[in-house]
């Protein structure tokens, strides 16, 4: 199995409520124990479904949970995927140090050109704040930050608050999201609460 729900060697241990997830022994993070988490196939339908609705391709998650089987008003998911060209966390710790305004701008930029492809202005239209971008730690690694609210898909009038972040392990990448229903006070902190826990290896 690609996710493990475990008390993992090096993933330490989950607080009470919560249950530990190891994501291919790279990623730990805790989830709340009355969340959803996906199968597999229900991954891939979620990625399906994004492309349908903003019109984006993408790798489906590797692991994704979320707080009501359907119309969540937050979740949590994490990719990791292959890098073209391998980054380790000691060049991009070199590069933020030389100049982390540029590093900070390429990333953004890339991303903008992204949302520029053909399909991409149903996603740009939807976010309302932002994106803004940035390097933070996660897990005891760097990692690229970008953060926006866009329309929630679940309530007309509401939005959903994202965080994501790109966190190079060399030759692959860890992708973390992290997203709440804007003005719950309730979502907002298990959403800190689950950023906060995350180990990456």
């Known amino acids: ?16 409520g919560f249950t530990r997830v190891s994501v291919q022994d790279r990623v730990f993070l805790d989830v709340p124990e009355n969340w959803v988490i996906q199968d597999a196939d229900q991954r891939q339908a979620a ?33 990791i995927s292959k890098l073209d060209e391998p980054v380790t966390q000691a060049e991009l710790a070199r590069e933020v140090k030389a100049n982390k305004a540029g590093v900070v701008k390429d990333f953004g930029d890339a991303f903008l050109e992204e949302t520029k492809q053909p ?5 740009r239209e939807s976010i309302v704040k932002g994106p803004y971008f940035d390097v933070l730690p996660l897990g005891g690694k760097l990692a690229m930050s970008m953060s926006y609210a866009r329309k929630s898909l679940v309530e007309v009038g509401k939005l959903q608050r994202v965080t994501q972040f790109h966190a190079p392990l060399g030759s692959h990448k860890a992708v973390v999201t992290i997203s709440y229903e804007d003005g719950n006070a309730q979502l907002k902190a298990l959403a800190e609460r689950i950023s906060s826990s995350v180990k990456i290896e």
Do not use: C, N, W
């Open 1 to 16: 199995m690609l996710v493990a729900i475990a008390l993992a060697a090096g993933g330490g241990h989950a607080a009470p």
């Open 47 to 79: 990625k399906d479904a994004a492309k349908r609705i903003y019109g984006t391709e993408g790798k489906a998650a590797s692991f994704s949970a979320q707080s009501t089987a359907q119309s969540p008003r937050a979740l949590v998911r994490v990719t």
């Open 119 to 123: 399909g991409g202005s149903k996603f």
